[in-house]
Protein backbone atom coordinates (compact mmCIF):
# COMPACT_ATOMS: atom_id res chain seq x y z
CA UNK A 1 0.00 0.00 0.00
CA UNK A 2 1.40 3.30 -0.90
CA UNK A 3 1.62 6.53 1.23
CA UNK A 4 -0.37 9.12 -0.13
CA UNK A 5 0.36 12.75 -0.01
CA UNK A 6 -1.51 16.17 -0.54
CA UNK A 7 0.24 19.16 -0.30
CA UNK A 8 -1.57 22.52 -0.86
CA UNK A 9 1.69 25.15 -0.94
CA UNK A 10 4.77 24.44 -2.59
CA UNK A 11 6.98 24.44 0.39
CA UNK A 12 4.78 21.60 1.55
CA UNK A 13 5.19 19.70 -1.67
CA UNK A 14 8.97 20.45 -1.85
CA UNK A 15 9.35 19.18 1.55
CA UNK A 16 7.45 15.86 0.93
CA UNK A 17 10.17 15.15 -2.40
CA UNK A 18 13.36 15.76 0.03
CA UNK A 19 11.92 13.30 2.30
CA UNK A 20 10.52 11.18 0.16
CA UNK A 21 13.39 9.94 -2.49
CA UNK A 22 11.17 7.43 -4.45
CA UNK A 23 8.21 9.37 -4.14
CA UNK A 24 6.28 9.73 -7.55
CA UNK A 25 4.23 12.41 -8.50
CA UNK A 26 0.19 12.71 -10.51
CA UNK A 27 -2.52 14.94 -11.20
CA UNK A 28 -5.43 13.52 -12.60
CA UNK A 29 -4.46 9.65 -12.41
CA UNK A 30 -5.79 8.94 -15.60
CA UNK A 31 -2.31 7.51 -16.72
CA UNK A 32 -0.52 6.76 -13.38
CA UNK A 33 -3.35 5.31 -11.46
CA UNK A 34 -4.23 2.69 -14.75
CA UNK A 35 -0.37 1.87 -14.76
CA UNK A 36 -0.79 1.35 -10.77
CA UNK A 37 -3.74 -0.40 -11.26
CA UNK A 38 -2.18 -2.94 -13.56
CA UNK A 39 0.75 -3.04 -11.64
CA UNK A 40 3.33 -1.67 -13.91
CA UNK A 41 4.55 0.69 -11.24
CA UNK A 42 4.42 -0.13 -7.89
CA UNK A 43 6.05 3.10 -6.33
CA UNK A 44 5.79 3.50 -1.97
CA UNK A 45 4.87 7.02 -2.07
CA UNK A 46 2.38 8.96 -4.28
CA UNK A 47 2.18 12.79 -4.17
CA UNK A 48 -1.01 14.16 -5.66
CA UNK A 49 -0.61 17.72 -6.84
CA UNK A 50 -4.46 18.71 -7.05
CA UNK A 51 -4.70 20.90 -4.68
CA UNK A 52 -1.69 23.22 -5.30
CA UNK A 53 -3.76 26.16 -7.33
CA UNK A 54 -0.37 28.10 -8.54
CA UNK A 55 -0.41 25.08 -11.23
CA UNK A 56 -3.90 25.82 -12.52
CA UNK A 57 -5.83 27.91 -15.01
CA UNK A 58 -5.00 29.75 -18.37
CA UNK A 59 -3.10 33.38 -18.38
CA UNK A 60 -2.01 36.00 -20.75
CA UNK A 61 0.30 38.83 -21.08
CA UNK A 62 1.15 40.99 -24.36
CA UNK A 63 3.51 38.53 -25.93
CA UNK A 64 2.88 35.04 -23.78
CA UNK A 65 -0.16 32.59 -22.97
CA UNK A 66 0.46 30.34 -19.87
CA UNK A 67 -1.44 27.23 -19.35
CA UNK A 68 -0.90 25.61 -15.48
CA UNK A 69 0.56 21.76 -15.66
CA UNK A 70 -2.53 20.63 -13.61
CA UNK A 71 -5.46 22.59 -16.16
CA UNK A 72 -7.84 20.09 -17.46
CA UNK A 73 -8.40 19.19 -20.47
CA UNK A 74 -11.81 20.35 -20.27
CA UNK A 75 -10.78 23.32 -18.48
CA UNK A 76 -8.80 24.13 -21.22
CA UNK A 77 -11.68 23.06 -24.10
CA UNK A 78 -13.92 25.72 -22.15
CA UNK A 79 -11.11 28.87 -21.77
CA UNK A 80 -11.95 31.83 -23.69
CA UNK A 81 -7.79 32.42 -24.44
CA UNK A 82 -7.33 28.97 -25.72
CA UNK A 83 -10.67 28.96 -27.56
CA UNK A 84 -9.87 32.62 -29.03
CA UNK A 85 -5.65 31.63 -29.92
CA UNK A 86 -5.59 28.29 -29.72
CA UNK A 87 -7.44 26.55 -32.04
CA UNK A 88 -5.19 24.00 -32.43
CA UNK A 89 -5.53 22.59 -28.97
CA UNK A 90 -8.82 22.69 -28.85
CA UNK A 91 -9.19 20.82 -31.59
CA UNK A 92 -6.95 18.28 -30.66
CA UNK A 93 -8.83 17.87 -26.63
CA UNK A 94 -11.86 17.36 -28.54
CA UNK A 95 -10.34 13.88 -29.67
CA UNK A 96 -8.44 13.00 -26.59
CA UNK A 97 -10.43 10.47 -24.57
CA UNK A 98 -13.84 10.92 -23.04
CA UNK A 99 -15.79 13.49 -20.75
CA UNK A 100 -14.93 11.71 -17.73
CA UNK A 101 -10.96 11.54 -19.00
CA UNK A 102 -11.21 15.29 -20.21
CA UNK A 103 -12.71 16.31 -16.67
CA UNK A 104 -10.16 14.48 -14.82
CA UNK A 105 -6.71 14.39 -17.38
CA UNK A 106 -4.15 17.55 -17.16
CA UNK A 107 -2.05 18.76 -19.59
CA UNK A 108 1.05 18.04 -17.38
CA UNK A 109 0.25 14.79 -17.23
CA UNK A 110 -0.14 14.19 -20.83
CA UNK A 111 3.57 15.54 -21.14
CA UNK A 112 5.30 13.63 -18.84
CA UNK A 113 3.54 10.52 -19.79
CA UNK A 114 5.58 11.25 -23.46
CA UNK A 115 3.20 8.64 -25.14
CA UNK A 116 4.02 9.40 -28.88
CA UNK A 117 0.29 9.29 -29.28
CA UNK A 118 -0.35 11.85 -26.70
CA UNK A 119 -2.74 14.49 -28.42
CA UNK A 120 -1.62 17.44 -26.70
CA UNK A 121 1.66 16.66 -28.40
CA UNK A 122 2.26 17.77 -32.04
CA UNK A 123 -0.05 20.32 -31.24
CA UNK A 124 2.43 21.95 -28.76
CA UNK A 125 5.67 20.73 -30.39
CA UNK A 126 4.33 23.20 -33.59
CA UNK A 127 3.17 25.55 -31.23
CA UNK A 128 7.16 25.67 -30.31
CA UNK A 129 5.74 25.23 -26.58
CA UNK A 130 8.29 26.29 -23.74
CA UNK A 131 8.08 24.04 -20.31
CA UNK A 132 8.81 25.41 -17.20
CA UNK A 133 10.06 23.03 -14.53
CA UNK A 134 10.07 24.16 -11.24
CA UNK A 135 11.96 23.07 -8.37
CA UNK A 136 12.31 23.89 -4.40
CA UNK A 137 15.08 26.95 -5.44
CA UNK A 138 14.55 27.50 -8.70
CA UNK A 139 12.63 27.43 -12.03
CA UNK A 140 13.96 26.69 -15.86
CA UNK A 141 12.74 26.95 -19.54
CA UNK A 142 12.99 23.68 -21.98
CA UNK A 143 11.32 23.68 -25.69
CA UNK A 144 9.07 20.24 -25.51
CA UNK A 145 11.04 18.57 -28.36
CA UNK A 146 14.26 18.51 -25.73
CA UNK A 147 11.83 18.02 -22.84
CA UNK A 148 10.78 14.08 -24.33
CA UNK A 149 13.26 12.10 -24.87
CA UNK A 150 11.26 8.97 -25.66
CA UNK A 151 7.94 6.94 -24.90
CA UNK A 152 7.77 7.22 -21.24
CA UNK A 153 10.87 9.44 -20.47
CA UNK A 154 11.21 13.02 -20.25
CA UNK A 155 14.18 15.34 -19.00
CA UNK A 156 12.96 15.78 -15.29
CA UNK A 157 15.04 15.04 -12.50
CA UNK A 158 13.32 14.19 -8.72
CA UNK A 159 12.65 17.03 -7.00
CA UNK A 160 11.50 18.84 -10.13
CA UNK A 161 7.63 19.27 -11.19
CA UNK A 162 6.50 20.37 -14.80
CA UNK A 163 4.67 23.65 -13.74
CA UNK A 164 3.50 25.44 -16.71
CA UNK A 165 3.56 25.46 -20.81
CA UNK A 166 4.47 29.03 -22.67
CA UNK A 167 3.59 29.77 -25.83
CA UNK A 168 4.28 32.73 -27.88
CA UNK A 169 1.15 34.66 -28.91
CA UNK A 170 2.73 35.36 -32.40
CA UNK A 171 3.17 34.11 -35.81
CA UNK A 172 -0.59 34.45 -36.52
CA UNK A 173 -1.78 31.23 -38.34
CA UNK A 174 -5.23 31.28 -39.90
CA UNK A 175 -5.72 27.58 -40.16
CA UNK A 176 -5.20 25.43 -37.32
CA UNK A 177 -5.40 21.38 -37.98
CA UNK A 178 -5.72 18.67 -36.09
CA UNK A 179 -6.58 15.06 -37.52
CA UNK A 180 -6.16 12.05 -35.44
CA UNK A 181 -6.64 8.46 -37.69
CA UNK A 182 -7.46 5.95 -34.81
CA UNK A 183 -9.21 2.16 -34.64
CA UNK A 184 -12.69 3.81 -34.17
CA UNK A 185 -13.94 7.67 -33.95
CA UNK A 186 -14.09 7.42 -30.15
CA UNK A 187 -11.66 7.04 -26.91
CA UNK A 188 -8.92 5.78 -29.43
CA UNK A 189 -5.58 6.07 -28.77
CA UNK A 190 -3.94 7.35 -32.27
CA UNK A 191 -2.86 5.39 -34.92
CA UNK A 192 -1.50 8.25 -36.96
CA UNK A 193 -1.84 11.85 -36.01
CA UNK A 194 -1.42 15.24 -37.89
CA UNK A 195 -1.13 18.72 -36.72
CA UNK A 196 -0.34 21.71 -38.50
CA UNK A 197 -0.61 25.60 -38.64
CA UNK A 198 -0.78 27.12 -42.18
CA UNK A 199 -1.19 30.46 -43.59
CA UNK A 200 -2.47 30.10 -47.45
CA UNK A 201 -2.30 33.43 -49.60
CA UNK A 202 -5.12 34.59 -51.89
CA UNK A 203 -3.50 33.22 -55.30
CA UNK A 204 -3.46 29.41 -53.37
CA UNK A 205 0.13 29.42 -52.47
CA UNK A 206 1.37 27.89 -48.74
CA UNK A 207 3.29 30.77 -47.46
CA UNK A 208 3.89 29.80 -44.27
CA UNK A 209 3.77 25.96 -42.39
CA UNK A 210 4.69 24.13 -39.48
CA UNK A 211 3.88 20.21 -39.43
CA UNK A 212 4.22 17.70 -36.78
CA UNK A 213 3.05 13.85 -36.69
CA UNK A 214 1.70 11.67 -33.73
CA UNK A 215 2.63 7.97 -33.36
CA UNK A 216 4.96 7.29 -36.27
CA UNK A 217 7.97 7.38 -34.14
CA UNK A 218 9.26 7.42 -30.45
CA UNK A 219 8.15 11.19 -30.00
CA UNK A 220 6.22 13.47 -32.25
CA UNK A 221 7.95 14.20 -35.45
CA UNK A 222 8.41 17.17 -37.01
CA UNK A 223 10.66 18.18 -40.21
CA UNK A 224 12.18 21.54 -40.70
CA UNK A 225 13.05 20.83 -44.66
CA UNK A 226 9.46 19.49 -45.42
CA UNK A 227 7.71 22.80 -43.94
CA UNK A 228 10.94 25.05 -45.73
CA UNK A 229 9.89 22.85 -49.18
CA UNK A 230 6.26 23.61 -48.94
CA UNK A 231 6.46 27.15 -48.76
CA UNK A 232 5.70 28.69 -52.13
CA UNK A 233 3.95 25.32 -53.46
CA UNK A 234 0.39 25.33 -54.11
CA UNK A 235 -1.94 23.98 -52.27
CA UNK A 236 -3.16 21.35 -54.71
CA UNK A 237 -2.79 17.58 -55.05
CA UNK A 238 0.27 18.45 -57.18
CA UNK A 239 1.47 20.65 -55.13
CA UNK A 240 1.67 18.40 -51.98
CA UNK A 241 2.69 15.47 -53.39
CA UNK A 242 6.46 15.38 -53.35
CA UNK A 243 6.14 16.48 -49.66
CA UNK A 244 3.90 13.06 -48.95
CA UNK A 245 6.54 10.92 -50.41
CA UNK A 246 8.97 12.65 -48.57
CA UNK A 247 6.98 12.13 -45.82
CA UNK A 248 6.96 8.86 -45.86
CA UNK A 249 10.06 8.27 -46.55
CA UNK A 250 11.29 10.33 -43.09
CA UNK A 251 8.80 9.24 -40.50
CA UNK A 252 10.12 5.76 -38.50
CA UNK A 253 6.46 4.13 -37.44
CA UNK A 254 6.67 0.41 -35.84
CA UNK A 255 4.13 -2.37 -35.98
CA UNK A 256 2.24 -2.46 -32.66
CA UNK A 257 -1.26 -4.20 -31.99
CA UNK A 258 -3.21 -0.82 -33.48
CA UNK A 259 -1.57 -0.94 -36.90
CA UNK A 260 1.16 -1.46 -39.26
CA UNK A 261 4.21 0.28 -39.82
CA UNK A 262 3.72 0.45 -43.43
CA UNK A 263 -0.06 1.36 -42.87
CA UNK A 264 1.29 4.13 -40.36
CA UNK A 265 3.79 5.14 -43.70
CA UNK A 266 0.86 5.68 -45.99
CA UNK A 267 -1.36 7.24 -43.84
CA UNK A 268 1.10 10.06 -42.39
CA UNK A 269 2.08 11.07 -45.61
CA UNK A 270 -1.64 11.05 -47.09
CA UNK A 271 -3.05 12.91 -44.11
CA UNK A 272 -1.59 16.02 -45.66
CA UNK A 273 -4.11 15.58 -48.78
CA UNK A 274 -6.52 16.65 -45.63
CA UNK A 275 -5.11 20.63 -45.63
CA UNK A 276 -6.53 20.75 -49.07
CA UNK A 277 -10.12 21.84 -47.82
CA UNK A 278 -8.16 25.12 -46.98
CA UNK A 279 -7.65 25.75 -50.54
CA UNK A 280 -9.12 29.30 -51.97
C1 LIG B 1 -9.79 5.44 -20.96
C2 LIG B 1 -8.64 6.36 -21.28
C3 LIG B 1 -8.61 7.01 -22.50
C4 LIG B 1 -7.56 7.86 -22.82
N1 LIG B 1 -7.56 8.48 -24.04
C5 LIG B 1 -6.54 9.31 -24.37
C6 LIG B 1 -6.53 9.95 -25.64
O1 LIG B 1 -7.42 9.80 -26.47
N2 LIG B 1 -5.46 10.77 -25.92
C7 LIG B 1 -4.45 10.98 -25.04
O2 LIG B 1 -3.54 11.73 -25.34
N3 LIG B 1 -4.44 10.38 -23.82
C8 LIG B 1 -5.45 9.56 -23.47
N4 LIG B 1 -5.46 8.93 -22.24
C9 LIG B 1 -4.33 9.13 -21.34
C10 LIG B 1 -4.51 10.22 -20.25
O3 LIG B 1 -5.85 10.46 -19.95
C11 LIG B 1 -3.86 11.55 -20.64
O4 LIG B 1 -2.51 11.37 -20.97
C12 LIG B 1 -3.96 12.61 -19.53
O5 LIG B 1 -3.67 13.88 -20.06
C13 LIG B 1 -3.02 12.33 -18.38
O6 LIG B 1 -3.16 13.38 -17.42
P1 LIG B 1 -3.27 13.07 -15.87
O7 LIG B 1 -3.29 14.38 -15.17
O8 LIG B 1 -4.39 12.16 -15.59
O9 LIG B 1 -1.86 12.33 -15.64
P2 LIG B 1 -1.43 11.43 -14.38
O10 LIG B 1 -1.94 10.05 -14.55
O11 LIG B 1 -1.74 12.14 -13.11
O12 LIG B 1 0.15 11.46 -14.58
C14 LIG B 1 0.72 10.92 -15.74
C15 LIG B 1 2.26 11.00 -15.62
O13 LIG B 1 2.68 12.35 -15.54
C16 LIG B 1 3.35 12.62 -14.31
N5 LIG B 1 2.90 13.96 -13.94
C17 LIG B 1 1.61 14.41 -13.97
N6 LIG B 1 1.59 15.73 -13.71
C18 LIG B 1 2.88 16.12 -13.52
C19 LIG B 1 3.51 17.38 -13.25
N7 LIG B 1 2.81 18.52 -13.15
N8 LIG B 1 4.87 17.41 -13.09
C20 LIG B 1 5.59 16.25 -13.21
N9 LIG B 1 5.04 15.05 -13.49
C21 LIG B 1 3.71 14.98 -13.65
C22 LIG B 1 3.00 11.48 -13.38
O14 LIG B 1 4.06 11.18 -12.50
C23 LIG B 1 2.80 10.34 -14.36
O15 LIG B 1 4.05 9.77 -14.70
C24 LIG B 1 -6.50 8.07 -21.89
C25 LIG B 1 -6.55 7.44 -20.64
C26 LIG B 1 -7.60 6.57 -20.34
C27 LIG B 1 -7.62 5.89 -19.00
Redesign the pocket.
Given at each position: MSKVFMPAQPDELWGILDENPEA???????????RLRSRFTKPDCLVC?ERLDD?KGVKADDDDIFIG??TT?REMLNDPIIQKDLHILTHALK????PP?RN???L???I??A?P????LAPLYILNAQLEIGSRNSTRRAPIESFILGPGKVD?AHGE???RVVVRKVPKFEVHHYEKVGKRNA???SVVSMATLMNVSSNNLISNIRLAWGSVGPTVLRFGDIEHFLVGKPLTVEGLSEAINMIQELVKPIDDIRATACYRREVAGRLLLRLLKYSV
Amino acid sequence: MSKVFMPAQPDELWGILDENPEAVVYAGGTDLLVRLRSRFTKPDCLVCLERLDDLKGVKADDDDIFIGALTTHREMLNDPIIQKDLHILTHALKQLGSPPIRNMGTLGGNIVTASPAGDTLAPLYILNAQLEIGSRNSTRRAPIESFILGPGKVDLAHGEILSRVVVRKVPKFEVHHYEKVGKRNALACSVVSMATLMNVSSNNLISNIRLAWGSVGPTVLRFGDIEHFLVGKPLTVEGLSEAINMIQELVKPIDDIRATACYRREVAGRLLLRLLKYSV
